[in-house]
DNA sequence: GATGTAACTGTCATTTCTTACAGGGCGCCG
DNA sequence: CGGCGCCCTGTAAGAAATGACAGTTACATC
């Protein structure tokens, strides 16, 4: 039974359970970005963040989303950062500014989805460099929570991307042909129909797919996994 | 060095230092498939396996890479499976067979990286079932496992896919509004050029990731995560 | 100044896709 | 038996993509 002003699971709330575990591991701040894969030119972004308010508001303000050099890594790579006031690459009046709300050490853990979904768990605190041996111990645990916030926050209302018809078999096929550069009569004369029955199933599938042509319901096919 | 008969690093390496570590956790075999995306009608699997060798054959003879429930599971899911001689859901006459092989408990994990690659980590033995326990005390370190496998194969030489001729920004903005189903007198208007030029950049892009036509291309240009 | 790269634009012939029309055959299930 | 889903096929017109021709402009680097 909702209660007034319960507002139901979100990302902001599992962003707080994950505080009370990233915090015995020994960090003051964390945050989890979801970036899910439709639609395909402005992906959507769900995010919760126990950073201070101000900070958050700047990062808004000024779209740090598109251009944090974290976030850019998760996304191009799978491999772990960790960053100091040293380790500064690109971008200096970026981490300028987030050293000046107190974020100085932090570390991130990308994680990748079935469906492309791509999740960044970020942890940060004031004072102590993440040491060596605080990376050997804890990789597996912020791999895990990465993985684990994940697959909660896919499921959270308003997050999961789902079809809602199912392809039928033969729209699969038809679809997966096409994504392979066959044209209609080609795949005509793979799967022994008519190139006009090949049509028939590629329109099927941009109707299912709520897509505007071909190309773009085997985009959406791919990114929701159902090639 | 290499020497006669050193084939260099193989995904059969990489298990082999694998069964090393799952040997420790309390399992006889362990096994670890790569699926990369391309090509996308035909995805190339790379797998390496201490299975008994008797099993492997009959594995490899009846094609059943393309059936065992398994890694129908880590396509289609995220989340780890437990099996046991008890737990048989479909093809009662695989998981027989296995039986045969002393194959009965086993634990499988998958992993997924940006670039759609599937990786599948299973580890097995004949006698004891996996405990509640052992889940919860092992969990992490399969993913973790399963995670590191994925990274180290997907840098094996002739298992990497990647772009020869990388695109450029413009190809990659007009290749991302392709996918989202926009014609290129559409994307001449959001990008004002002209849609000639759109279809320039198109071609480009057709080119150099090698494809027959535009659907391929943006297929390709998604799981190969250029988008 | 020369070289190279990315971006940009045009026309034309051909192929492919998209959308509309109108159906038949098959198997499953209530 | 009737309904339903899936699979199959045809014609035809208009929209879009494809491929090959031939260029200009801007910018960075050497």
Not at 48 to 54: K, W
Not at 79 to 105: K, M, Q, T
Request: hydrophobic share 45%; aromatic share 6%; charged share 20%.
């Amino acid at each position: 039974m909702a209660r007034l002003g319960d507002a139901g699971p979100s990302m902001q709330g599992l962003v707080l359970a994950l505080r009370d575990i990233t915090a015995d591991l020994g960090f003051e701040h964390c945050s989890y970005v979801l970036r899910q894969p439709l639609p395909i030119a402005q992906p959507a972004i769900h995010w919760g963040s126990t950073y201070p308010q101000a900070w958050l508001d700047r990062y808004m303000e000024r779209n740090y989303l598109e251009l944090d050099p974290l976030v850019q890594r998760a996304l191009a790579s799978d491999l772990p950062v960790v960053w100091s006031d040293r380790s500064i690459d690109r971008l200096p009046e970026f981490w300028e500014e987030a050293r000046s709300f107190g974020i100085n050490h932090g570390w991130a853990v990308s994680s990748h989805g079935r469906d492309r979904g791509v999740g960044l768990l970020t942890v940060a605190r004031r004072n102590e460099p993440v040491s060596a041996h605080e990376l050997e111990q804890n990789e597996m645990r912020l791999l895990w929570l990465a993985h684990s916030m994940h697959g909660m926050a896919s499921l959270l209302p308003g997050v999961a991307q789902a079809l809602l018809e199912p392809l039928s078999l033969r729209e699969r096929e038809v679809l997966l042909w096409s994504a392979a550069g066959k044209t209609a009569d080609e795949i005509g004369l793979i799967l022994a129909i008519s190139s006009r029955t090949v049509t028939f199933h590629i329109n099927r599938c941009i109707a299912k797919l709520g897509a505007a042509n071909k190309t773009e319901a085997v985009a959406k096919a791919l990114v929701l996994g159902l090639l």
